[in-house]
């Protein structure tokens, strides 16, 4: 079992930064892929980024390519997600998941692990 708390969130001006960290605990988060999703009041849940185990090959949403970035610290047992230039449709709770293989998917249900979720709120 891997447990992931969520945290960095808060509310921000359009065009500012927050990073959000992930943190796992239970086991080493070294074989799982993790990711990014996000919900907004209203909207379904969304795939924001992906991390591969390998650390390579990162994935991002059209939506966040170019001002976030998603990494991670297998020694620090972390993840992040840098985001950068914010707007107001960056307002979601933002989630941590992971699974255990070797690839980041896009999909929600193929992710055995979730955290309890980090309020972003951008807004002028």
């Known amino acids: 079992q891997v447990q992931l708390v969520e945290s960095g969130g808060g509310s921000v001006q359009p065009g500012d930064s927050l990073r959000l960290s992930c943190a796992a605990s239970?086991?080493?988060?070294?074989?799982?892929?993790m990711a990014w999703f996000r919900q907004a009041p209203g909207k379904e849940r969304e795939f924001v980024a992906g991390?591969?185990?390998?650390?390579?090959?990162?994935t991002y949403a059209d939506s966040v390519k170019g001002r976030f970035a998603i990494s991670r610290d297998n020694a620090k047992n972390t993840m992040y997600l840098q985001m950068n230039s914010l707007k107001p449709d960056d307002t979601a709770v933002y989630y941590c998941?992971?699974?255990?293989?070797?690839?980041?998917?896009?999909?929600?249900?193929?992710?055995?692990?979730w955290g309890q979720g980090t309020q972003v709120t951008v807004s002028s």
């Open positions: 998941v992971a699974r255990d293989g070797s690839i980041s998917y896009a999909l929600a249900s193929r992710y055995d692990y």
């Open positions: 239970g086991r080493s988060i070294r074989r799982y892929s």
């Open positions: 991390i591969p185990y390998s650390g390579v090959g990162m």
